[in-house]
């Protein structure tokens, strides 16, 4: 498709429940990136794939957070365990390259996680 | 890592008015972009830009690479564009690195 696509659009886990994103990037995109934003516009990158492989994850809490892109999947953000601070927005986005060392980002709408 | 500074924080003014908002960064780059977030969250992307200069309906974007400094303007400003405004570049310089966000400034436009 053309557009990064998000699903849920809003998750409500209890504290110490599992939560699992999903991100499917616009068709023919190899680079895949996840980013937390959690008080008004504090964003923070996580992770980012170059097609099933990671690419950079030294965003990633190294407990609790994994991710995942699997050939003809979508991708996937899991967080085991959460906690009321991994309340916040996370945004998919994936690119192409447009010329030499230039990559253009697309945003996806985000899923809004909420733990009580 | 990049740092990005954006100023202003905030910024109120009245409709009609000519508006600059300004991006620093830390570390060469190759491209850097602007994303507007309104209050319902969603992001939109509307410029990334290598050198010089873009334009699209009243926004303009320019950036000078040598100065690692951008700046986003809005020319006849108007209420529905109050939103946050973001410029963003990547971590490490690379165009396929993660990006690194500044705060934000959050623009009121007032009728």
């Known amino acids: 498709g053309e557009e990064v696509a998000q699903t849920p659009k809003h998750l409500v886990r209890g504290e110490g429940q599992k939560a699992k994103l999903y991100c499917a990037p616009i068709k023919g995109h190899s680079y895949v990136f996840w980013y937390q934003q959690v008080l008004k516009n504090e964003f923070k990158f996580l992770i980012s794939?170059?097609?099933?492989?990671?690419?950079?994850e030294t965003g990633m809490p190294k407990e609790r957070f994994s991710a995942k892109c699997l050939p003809n999947s979508p991708c996937s953000l899991e967080i085991q365990a959460t906690k009321l601070e991994d309340s916040a927005v996370y945004f998919c986005?994936?690119?192409?390259?447009?010329?030499?060392?230039?990559?253009?980002?697309?945003f996806g709408p985000g899923t809004r996680l909420t733990v009580t | 890592k990049n740092e990005v500074e954006q100023s202003p924080q905030n910024l109120t003014a009245q409709e009609g008015e000519f508006i600059t908002i300004n991006c620093s960064y830390s570390?060469?780059?190759?491209?850097l972009h602007w994303l507007q977030q309104h209050p319902g969250g969603g992001i939109v992307s509307l410029f990334m830009l290598s050198s010089g200069k873009k334009k699209h309906g009243r926004l303009i974007a320019t950036i000078n690479i040598q100065e690692k400094h951008s700046s986003l303007h809005i020319t006849a400003s108007h209420p529905r564009d109050s939103a946050v405004y973001i410029c963003a570049a990547p971590s490490g310089g690379g165009g396929a690195d993660g990006l690194t966000f500044g705060k934000g400034t959050h623009l009121i436009i007032q009728p």
């Open positions: 986005a994936s690119s192409r390259r447009l010329m030499a060392g230039v990559y253009e980002q697309y």
């Open positions: 794939f170059q097609n099933e492989n990671v690419f950079d």
């Open positions: 570390v060469g780059i190759s491209a």
